[in-house]
């Protein structure tokens, strides 16, 4: 034989024996069955994309939110309920008009285990707390937006000016004050995200642009342990402040698996625990009676469910210093929101009238979504007398994300028999941005995800003119309702507050820089081996008292 | 030009093609290092908005875009951009804020591994089912089903392959998978050698020179390694070579339904999100790998190979 052939021979032997014995050598972390006690089988929960990091600085995607949860807290964090609850902190106080903030931190609460410290877990400090605000307020941290206008100092560190943060200091070994630049009476619900978690400084600087890729150190229930593939390991601290179940499992896997059909055959072979429900995927699963979600009966056979409202707001955005105002509102007035969730989102839409999520704790929103076609044809009449001779359009931008396709062709049928003439333009989502960022478009099908869950920091970081090109993708500048929104960080936060917020809402929709459509829910599918799993309208599922039955 | 003696100089020979090689080379590392910049800033969207999210305000933006030169004139931005890659500088990724090197450093096992089983898959079976049509020529009907592959566009066989063997197959992890993805990127190519494969043999049996080697009595095993594949050869290299961008290809498609972290999720990720130095190296190295390969073709095809005279 010829050593050419010798040689393609030995290759070939050579790549089936590494695909061969790759797989036998390389433990697997599919969970087995029965067998292993119930605090060792491991809980997959799956991901419908990667991770790009998560490093609370760079926590950009709502996936690496997810995971960023279970890993690192902030001061304050969002509870079970959608409530601002402690977390490194767990008290706090502020002056009389809400300028200075003083939080304590929380007793034993300790970082993660990590290489840097080179033993056990260290405790958060107040030195950790004022280097993870400084690190998350630079010029290029996703985090610093909300915070660089509000925490004295931020703006100079943000635009380098300066590497330290003035408006935070040290009280005491367990107590930090943060000085504001105006008054925010929300401000521990402001810093609740896992984007705003503390950081072990010792850590971040050890690892350097392995923080958050590699390695980690927060103070979660759940210790990063390595990123192995398309996973990403945690397992139980077992220094943990909080409480947890005795038999809760050790091990969770985050496990990025893009395809639905896949993901589902995973679920369905219970090697995958958990399963954010997909619209496209809930299809044939779920049936939706009376605004209750529930599994079909072949679907509850192998699923459990949990379905919750989130933080969302899905529209169309007018560009509102471009469209005119009766055209605004005869097309606010004239769509029918149930038939565009039965064409974009039949199973996870509830219809919504305004942009606070319906999933905000004590929140009740005075703007109905109901369609009224005769006042639309009155606002219609306006349009045509006030504007003699021109014809109601409307160019609406739609691309490839939140469903706007579908969305758009909806609005378009709808709108056609009143007389306004709507034209679809399809872009990429990017291409939609840019414009929109220019200004220059009519109309365009958005989303928000909310991180928020306080109505009063929603209205004010995305409907405010400080807002405006982005996230006020609407243009949308109204002086009185500045005003109005930076009178609610004034006073403390009570039910009397919330219900000015609802007034606030309603003002905003009728003055319709946008149509609000719909928000969604989400659908949980779980194993039903497993119980005492919840989550929260920021999509972040908590295990503290879940377990294997 | 003649030495002294009236043959050609070998060495000025040898340097003119260097330079040219090198010369080729060049031009293709600057034509790849423009169409890497000229897509980035073509294609919608703003890299210090993508930097910062969607959510962030217009004046953080802004002070990022103007830090990071995005508001100089493109020409600046192009001899920036470049002189900083050929200094070495290939910066960081915008999207995982970490070195580009070793975003991509750990990105390429399993494009590498997949990419391998791929070509040893196609190569395999296109080797392995022509010798079953030489000893059992019943089952050259087979020759058909993977015409019928080739004429099914190559990127539809990897995702039907792909998806397939996701349902079949348990567990997703890749450590588990590095046969399936590979079976999958190198489906459409195993079709493609397979055939053209068999049409060579086919021509080479018919050859009086075939008939003349059988008429000696040599052993089937022997005149299909010594005379059949021996004379496929530059065949099997060439359409290896040529099929590397397919199975490349290919390996990003499977990586998406297998939710491989490769270098092709890496492409993709990166394209999405505008993410120019991640995008220019994998430009540049994909270039600099296949200038290589088609080096070694080139080199291999003119000193080394020849037809084994039959």
């Given at each position: 034989m010829k050593k050419s052939h010798v040689l393609i021979v030995v290759l070939v032997a050579a790549g089936l024996s590494w695909a061969i014995f790759s797989r036998r050598s390389t433990p697997t972390p599919t969970p087995t069955p029965t067998p292993t006690p119930s605090t060792e089988r491991s809980v997959v929960i799956a991901l419908e994309n990667d991770v790009a990091s998560i490093d609370p600085a760079r926590l950009q995607d709502v996936f690496g939110l997810r995971v960023g949860y279970q890993i690192a807290e902030g001061l304050t964090k969002l509870g079970k309920q959608n409530e601002i609850i402690g977390a490194v902190s767990d008290k706090w106080e502020s002056n009389p008009d809400f300028t200075k903030w003083t939080f304590h931190l929380r007793e034993g609460v300790t970082f993660h285990p990590h290489p840097a410290s080179g033993g056990p877990s260290e405790a958060v400090t107040v030195n950790d707390v004022i280097f993870s605000f400084t690190r998350m307020l630079a010029k290029d941290a996703v985090t610093a937006g909300p915070l660089a206008g509000i925490i004295v100092g931020a703006k100079d560190v943000q635009d380098g000016k300066?590497?330290?943060?003035?408006g935070v200091r040290v009280i005491s070994p367990s107590e930090v004050e943060f000085t504001l630049t105006r008054p925010d009476s929300l401000f521990p619900g402001r810093i609740s995200s896992p984007a705003y978690a503390i950081v072990s400084r010792k850590a971040v600087e050890a690892d350097?642009?392995?923080?958050?890729?590699?390695l980690h150190s927060g103070t979660g229930p759940f210790r990063f342990v390595e990123r192995r593939g398309n996973e990403i390991v945690l397992e139980r601290f077992s220094g943990y402040w909080g409480t947890t179940v005795k038999d809760a499992p050790r091990q969770v896997i985050y496990r990025t698996i893009k395809e639905d059909a896949v993901r589902l055959a995973e679920a369905k072979a219970r090697r995958v625990t958990v399963l954010y429900g997909t619209p496209a995927l809930l299809q044939g699963l779920v049936k939706r009676t009376n605004e209750q979600v529930t599994l079909t009966d072949d679907a509850a056979r192998t699923f459990s469910q949990q379905t919750f409202p989130i933080f969302n707001s899905y529209f169309i955005a007018f560009n509102y210093p471009k469209v005119n105002s009766d055209l605004r509102r005869a097309i606010a007035l004239a769509l029918d929101r149930n038939e565009v969730i039965a064409a974009a989102v039949p199973t996870t839409g509830i219809p919504a009238a305004g942009p606070i999520p319906l999933a905000c704790a004590s929140y009740h929103s005075l703007v109905k979504p109901s369609r009224d076609l005769d006042a639309a044809r009155q606002a219609l009449e306006r349009y045509k007398q006030n504007s003699p001779g021109a014809t109601p359009k409307m160019k609406l931008l739609v691309h490839e994300l939140a469903q706007a396709v579908p969305i758009g062709e909806v609005v378009q049928s709808q709108l056609k028999p009143l007389g306004i003439d709507v034209e679809l333009v399809q872009q990429s989502f990017n291409a939609v941005l840019d414009a929109v960022r220019k200004g220059d478009f009519e109309a365009t099908v958005l989303g928000f995800e909310y991180q928020y869950g306080l109505p009063q920091l929603i209205l004010e970081n995305f409907y405010t003119s400080a807002a405006v090109p982005l996230p006020n993708v609407f243009y949308f500048k109204n002086p009185a309702n500045d005003k109005a929104i930076a009178n609610l960080f004034r006073d403390a936060p009570t039910q009397s507050q919330l219900d000015q917020v609802a007034k606030i809402e309603k003002d905003l929709v009728e003055d319709a820089p946008g149509v609000f459509l719909y928000q969604t829910s989400q659908t949980l599918l779980i194993?039903?081996?497993?119980?005492g799993l919840t989550c929260n309208a920021a999509n972040f599922i908590d295990l503290s008292v879940a377990r294997w039955k | 030009m003649l030495n002294p003696s009236g043959t050609p100089n070998v060495r000025l020979r040898w340097f003119n093609g260097f330079c040219a090689s090198v010369g080729y080379g060049l031009s293709l590392l600057a034509g790849l290092l423009f169409l890497a910049f000229f897509l980035t800033h073509v294609a919608p969207g703003d890299p210090a908005r993508i930097i910062l999210g969607a959510n962030a305000r217009e004046d953080s933006v802004q002070a990022l875009r103007s830090e990071m030169g995005f508001d100089r004139p493109l020409l600046r931005q192009f001899t920036d951009y470049s002189w900083r890659l050929l200094s070495g500088r290939w910066g960081n990724s915008w999207l995982a804020r970490r070195p580009v090197l070793a975003e991509i450093g750990e990105h390429l096992g399993p494009t590498i591994r997949i990419g391998i089983v791929a070509v040893l898959f196609a190569l395999g079976t296109a080797i392995a089912l022509n010798a079953c049509f030489f000893w059992i020529p019943h089952l050259r009907w087979i020759v058909n089903v993977t015409r019928f592959g080739v004429a099914i566009p190559g990127v539809v066989l990897a995702m039907g392959g792909a998806l397939l063997a996701s349902r079949w197959s348990s567990g997703l992890s890749i450590e588990k998978f590095s046969f399936v993805p590979g079976v999958s990127a190198g489906l459409y190519t195993s079709c493609l050698i397979t055939s053209l494969l068999s049409d060579r043999l086919s021509q080479i049996e018919a050859s009086s020179a075939f008939r003349a080697t059988e008429a000696l009595g040599f052993g089937r095993f022997h005149i299909f390694n010594r005379v059949l594949l021996s004379n496929a050869r530059s065949l099997l290299t060439t359409l290896c070579v040529n099929q590397l961008g397919l199975i490349f290809f290919s390996t990003i498609i499977v990586e998406q339904i297998f939710s491989i972290r490769g270098l092709g999720a890496l492409l993709v990720r990166s394209i999405q999100g505008k993410d120019l130095p991640v995008i220019s190296a994998i430009l540049l190295l994909n270039g600099v790998f296949f200038l290589v390969v088609h080096f070694f073709q080139a080199k291999g095809t003119s000193s080394q190979f020849r037809e084994v005279p039959i």
């Amino acid at each position: 034989m010829k050593k050419s052939h010798v040689l393609i021979v030995v290759l070939v032997a050579a790549g089936l024996s590494w695909a061969i014995f790759s797989r036998r050598s390389t433990p697997t972390p599919t969970p087995t069955p029965t067998p292993t006690p119930s605090t060792e089988r491991s809980v997959v929960i799956a991901l419908e994309n990667d991770v790009a990091s998560i490093d609370p600085a760079r926590l950009q995607d709502v996936f690496g939110l997810r995971v960023g949860y279970q890993i690192a807290e902030g001061l304050t964090k969002l509870g079970k309920q959608n409530e601002i609850i402690g977390a490194v902190s767990d008290k706090w106080e502020s002056n009389p008009d809400f300028t200075k903030w003083t939080f304590h931190l929380r007793e034993g609460v300790t970082f993660h285990p990590h290489p840097a410290s080179g033993g056990p877990s260290e405790a958060v400090t107040v030195n950790d707390v004022i280097f993870s605000f400084t690190r998350m307020l630079a010029k290029d941290a996703v985090t610093a937006g909300p915070l660089a206008g509000i925490i004295v100092g931020a703006k100079d560190v943000q635009d380098g000016k300066s590497e330290d943060l003035s408006g935070v200091r040290v009280i005491s070994p367990s107590e930090v004050e943060f000085t504001l630049t105006r008054p925010d009476s929300l401000f521990p619900g402001r810093i609740s995200s896992p984007a705003y978690a503390i950081v072990s400084r010792k850590a971040v600087e050890a690892d350097g642009a392995d923080f958050g890729q590699k390695l980690h150190s927060g103070t979660g229930p759940f210790r990063f342990v390595e990123r192995r593939g398309n996973e990403i390991v945690l397992e139980r601290f077992s220094g943990y402040w909080g409480t947890t179940v005795k038999d809760a499992p050790r091990q969770v896997i985050y496990r990025t698996i893009k395809e639905d059909a896949v993901r589902l055959a995973e679920a369905k072979a219970r090697r995958v625990t958990v399963l954010y429900g997909t619209p496209a995927l809930l299809q044939g699963l779920v049936k939706r009676t009376n605004e209750q979600v529930t599994l079909t009966d072949d679907a509850a056979r192998t699923f459990s469910q949990q379905t919750f409202p989130i933080f969302n707001s899905y529209f169309i955005a007018f560009n509102y210093p471009k469209v005119n105002s009766d055209l605004r509102r005869a097309i606010a007035l004239a769509l029918d929101r149930n038939e565009v969730i039965a064409a974009a989102v039949p199973t996870t839409g509830i219809p919504a009238a305004g942009p606070i999520p319906l999933a905000c704790a004590s929140y009740h929103s005075l703007v109905k979504p109901s369609r009224d076609l005769d006042a639309a044809r009155q606002a219609l009449e306006r349009y045509k007398q006030n504007s003699p001779g021109a014809t109601p359009k409307m160019k609406l931008l739609v691309h490839e994300l939140a469903q706007a396709v579908p969305i758009g062709e909806v609005v378009q049928s709808q709108l056609k028999p009143l007389g306004i003439d709507v034209e679809l333009v399809q872009q990429s989502f990017n291409a939609v941005l840019d414009a929109v960022r220019k200004g220059d478009f009519e109309a365009t099908v958005l989303g928000f995800e909310y991180q928020y869950g306080l109505p009063q920091l929603i209205l004010e970081n995305f409907y405010t003119s400080a807002a405006v090109p982005l996230p006020n993708v609407f243009y949308f500048k109204n002086p009185a309702n500045d005003k109005a929104i930076a009178n609610l960080f004034r006073d403390a936060p009570t039910q009397s507050q919330l219900d000015q917020v609802a007034k606030i809402e309603k003002d905003l929709v009728e003055d319709a820089p946008g149509v609000f459509l719909y928000q969604t829910s989400q659908t949980l599918l779980i194993d039903p081996a497993f119980i005492g799993l919840t989550c929260n309208a920021a999509n972040f599922i908590d295990l503290s008292v879940a377990r294997w039955k | 030009m003649l030495n002294p003696s009236g043959t050609p100089n070998v060495r000025l020979r040898w340097f003119n093609g260097f330079c040219a090689s090198v010369g080729y080379g060049l031009s293709l590392l600057a034509g790849l290092l423009f169409l890497a910049f000229f897509l980035t800033h073509v294609a919608p969207g703003d890299p210090a908005r993508i930097i910062l999210g969607a959510n962030a305000r217009e004046d953080s933006v802004q002070a990022l875009r103007s830090e990071m030169g995005f508001d100089r004139p493109l020409l600046r931005q192009f001899t920036d951009y470049s002189w900083r890659l050929l200094s070495g500088r290939w910066g960081n990724s915008w999207l995982a804020r970490r070195p580009v090197l070793a975003e991509i450093g750990e990105h390429l096992g399993p494009t590498i591994r997949i990419g391998i089983v791929a070509v040893l898959f196609a190569l395999g079976t296109a080797i392995a089912l022509n010798a079953c049509f030489f000893w059992i020529p019943h089952l050259r009907w087979i020759v058909n089903v993977t015409r019928f592959g080739v004429a099914i566009p190559g990127v539809v066989l990897a995702m039907g392959g792909a998806l397939l063997a996701s349902r079949w197959s348990s567990g997703l992890s890749i450590e588990k998978f590095s046969f399936v993805p590979g079976v999958s990127a190198g489906l459409y190519t195993s079709c493609l050698i397979t055939s053209l494969l068999s049409d060579r043999l086919s021509q080479i049996e018919a050859s009086s020179a075939f008939r003349a080697t059988e008429a000696l009595g040599f052993g089937r095993f022997h005149i299909f390694n010594r005379v059949l594949l021996s004379n496929a050869r530059s065949l099997l290299t060439t359409l290896c070579v040529n099929q590397l961008g397919l199975i490349f290809f290919s390996t990003i498609i499977v990586e998406q339904i297998f939710s491989i972290r490769g270098l092709g999720a890496l492409l993709v990720r990166s394209i999405q999100g505008k993410d120019l130095p991640v995008i220019s190296a994998i430009l540049l190295l994909n270039g600099v790998f296949f200038l290589v390969v088609h080096f070694f073709q080139a080199k291999g095809t003119s000193s080394q190979f020849r037809e084994v005279p039959i």
